[in-house]
């Protein structure tokens, strides 16, 4: 647990001091963005044609038609999750993004699809990968549950930390929040549930995915080590058990070997330690949450989900006058609230513990300031009993009554939400930016993957602002440079009980013109 403590220490931004990182990029050593296994067979997935049938609102109403699990609606779903969204292309340099964004655009996290046969599928473990939209199968095995199939999420720490250092495992966890929210929502437009398997270890996860044969890695140093993160349930069935799963798995055969992703790496010891801290073992319990009801939300958008995704993309500078709607406003903020019937908050019954404090700037009719939402009535009172004294905890006049959204100072916020955030203008030059208090004190040493997880979240509420924010007509932007105690302090934090993990922001995006852009698969 200690070790916990000392990586966010170490790991935190401060004004006088970065954490420490490499101080510079060695583009001689830049990571590999996609991992390959030779010699595993492959298979080509088809790609969308056209759009799916579904609009963004059908997601939140009372049910989208559930597709039959086949190659064609597989494809679909993990090209809308972790396939590429478009290649980018400036002064000689190409690079590809995703419909799951990244720190950097480094692309840690990987994705391994579990599944019994299905129509056009055989039964084992694939690799997917996103420069192809294909599957490499690195086992054989006959699973032969019916109703659903895994997601697994892994990361690759080195990815990151090429670029960021020693606050790269914090990326990691932010990327992973992202994809586990992206994998929810894709899944949602296939008419699919998706849930997190908590009881499910990391050394299963890693025995799973193929992690744990270290003969397949051989050559792609333990410096670049993929970790196991999170492993997902997608469809209407009942997940099949980790034992009966893992008995299959044990006459398989396997194929492939892992690819080398950088000829030389930096060490940071901080990083495996922090790593080897947090894993989680197995039959984890979580504590389902009692939530009140929420009333429906209220309608965003009419665009085919799966158009609105693909269009996803980070701001990269905001306008600095458009204003959003008050109607808006509230409907991204609404979305942020735990709805566990509704993606991405069906992923878990577990209450949350990540509460955003909003820069507000530009919503049309809302006095600009610092506000605060607490996602349960729980969290209200902690929050204010950690918090300045003197914070106002006013409610807002015209917010809808079950939106807890309280005004705790009328002020311009914008220069302090651009220096707490790294200086960066996104933070200042939007509609508002926030930054997301996470409850600290409970990860104790029983629980110390929790520490994994409370990013994940952030990264979660990250993604449904980056989709509400498109779904608006605007864009948002995960912003992970920021100044952690200072936050703190501004707020009157006693820092023990609520952490800042992550900042965003939210507003008219300003397009670069000089970037080329082509579509992201030639096929
Ligand atoms: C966890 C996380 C942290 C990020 N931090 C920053 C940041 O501090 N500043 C910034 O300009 N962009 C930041 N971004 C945006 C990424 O640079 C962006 O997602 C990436 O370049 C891929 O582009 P796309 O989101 O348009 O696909 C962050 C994104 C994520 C997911």
Same mark, same amino acid.
């Given at each position: 647990m200690e070790l916990v403590r000392i990586y966010h220490e170490r790991s935190k931004h401060r004004q006088d001091r970065y954490a420490?990182?490499?101080?510079? %990029?060695d583009w001689a050593t830049q990571p590999n963005p996609f991992r390959r296994y030779a010699g595993a067979p492959e298979l080509e997935l088809p790609l969308l044609?056209? !759009?799916?049938? @579904?609009?963004?609102?059908d997601l939140f109403g009372p049910g989208v038609p559930q597709q039959a699990m086949t190659v064609d609606s597989i494809a679909s779903f993990l090209q809308l999750s972790l396939g590429l969204s478009a290649w980018k292309s400036y002064g000689g340099n190409r690079w590809a993004l995703r419909c799951n964004p990244s720190s950097g655009n480094l692309h840690p996290t990987e994705g391994y699809l579990i599944c019994p046969a299905l129509p056009g599928l055989p039964a084992g473990v694939h690799h997917y990968r996103p420069d192809q939209h294909g599957l490499e199968q690195r086992a054989v095995a006959?699973?032969?549950?019916?109703g659903g199939v895994l997601l697994a999420l892994t990361g690759i720490h080195w990815r990151e930390a090429w670029k960021y250092?020693?606050?790269a495992f914090r990326y990691c966890q932010h990327d992973c929040g992202h994809a586990l929210a992206a994998l929810s929502y894709a899944a949602a437009a296939l008419g699919w549930p998706a849930r997190l %398997?908590?009881?499910?270890g990391d050394d299963e996860i890693a025995a799973l995915t193929g992690l744990a044969r270290a003969a397949d890695f051989?050559?792609? !140093?333990?410096? !670049?080590a993929e970790e196991p993160e999170a492993l997902v349930w997608i469809g209407p069935g009942i997940a099949p058990t980790a034992a009966a799963v893992l008995a299959t798995l044990n006459d398989a055969e396997w194929a492939g070997h892992a690819n080398t992703l950088s000829p030389q790496h930096r060490d940071w010891p901080d990083i495996p330690a922090v790593a080897a801290a947090t894993r989680k073992s197995a039959g984890t319990k979580v504590v389902p949450a009692q939530l009140a009801a929420l009333p429906p939300l209220s309608p965003a958008s009419q665009e085919p989900v799966s158009h609105l995704i693909r269009r996803r993309r980070s701001a990269q500078?905001?306008?600095? @006058?458009s204003a959003i709607t008050a109607a808006s406003f509230y409907r991204m903020l609404d979305a942020?609230?735990?709805?566990?019937? %509704?993606?991405?908050?069906? %992923?878990?019954d577990e209450a949350p513990y990540v509460h955003p404090v909003l820069f507000v700037?530009? @919503?049309?009719?809302i006095e600009p300031g610092i506000y605060c939402l607490p996602r349960t009535p729980a969290a209200l009172a902690e929050l204010r009993a950690s918090?300045?004294?003197?914070?106002?905890?006013a409610s807002v006049p015209g917010?809808?009554?079950h939106l807890p959204l309280y005004l705790l100072a009328p002020m311009d916020v914008r220069d302090f939400a651009a220096a707490v955030s790294c200086q960066q203008d996104i933070a200042a030059d939007s509609a508002f930016a926030i930054a997301m208090l996470a409850r600290f004190d409970d990860i104790d040493p029983a629980h110390a993957w929790r520490y994994r997880q409370r990013y994940w979240e952030a990264g979660m509420l990250g993604q449904v602002l980056y989709l509400e924010a498109e779904a608006a007509g605007v864009q948002g932007t995960g912003i992970g440079c920021y100044f952690d105690d200072a936050l703190h302090r501004a707020l009157g934090l006693d820092t023990a009980r609520f952490q800042d993990l992550y900042h965003f922001t939210v507003g008219k995006a300003v397009v670069d013109k000089r970037l080329g852009s082509d579509a992201p698969y030639d096929r």
């Open positions: 420490p990182g490499p101080g510079g %990029l044609a056209g !759009e799916l049938p @579904v609009c963004w609102d006959p699973f032969a549950w019916s250092g020693m606050r %398997l908590a009881d499910w051989a050559g792609a !140093e333990s410096k !670049e500078a905001f306008d600095g @006058v942020l609230l735990p709805r566990i019937a %509704l993606p991405p908050w069906s %992923l878990t700037h530009r @919503v049309d009719g918090m300045r004294p003197d914070w106002l905890w917010c809808p009554a």
